[in-house]
């Protein structure tokens, strides 16, 4: 049975198509059975540009177990990076 439950988060960032970036400004994330992936369900993330009319999506479909890592990576990435960084913009 499908959930249809989407969660929609606005972005501020691009993505890479086939042959081009694109600008995008949501991502819908949901957990479902996935359209490529060889999975009973996976987490699915279709990044979009609304407001160009949202046709065209760039999408990934992921193992629960491994959102679950690409979550922890981004945000020790996030923290590494701002401490990192924290001292260049002071003067």
């Not at 049975?1 to 994330?29: F, N, P």
């Not at 999408?59 to 690409?70: D, F, M, Q």
């Amino acid at each position: 049975m499908c959930s249809y439950i989407v969660e929609k988060v606005a972005l501020t960032g691009s993505a890479k198509a086939q042959t081009d970036w694109r600008s995008i400004d949501t991502a819908h994330v949901y957990f479902d059975h996935p359209f490529h992936t060889p999975l009973d369900h996976a987490l699915s993330i279709d990044f979009i540009n609304e407001a160009a009319g949202g046709r065209e999506r760039i999408a990934v479909e992921l193992s629960a177990e491994t959102a679950r890592e690409l979550v922890k990576a981004i945000t020790t990435a996030l923290d590494r990076g701002e401490m990192e960084h924290a001292g260049l913009n002071q003067y």
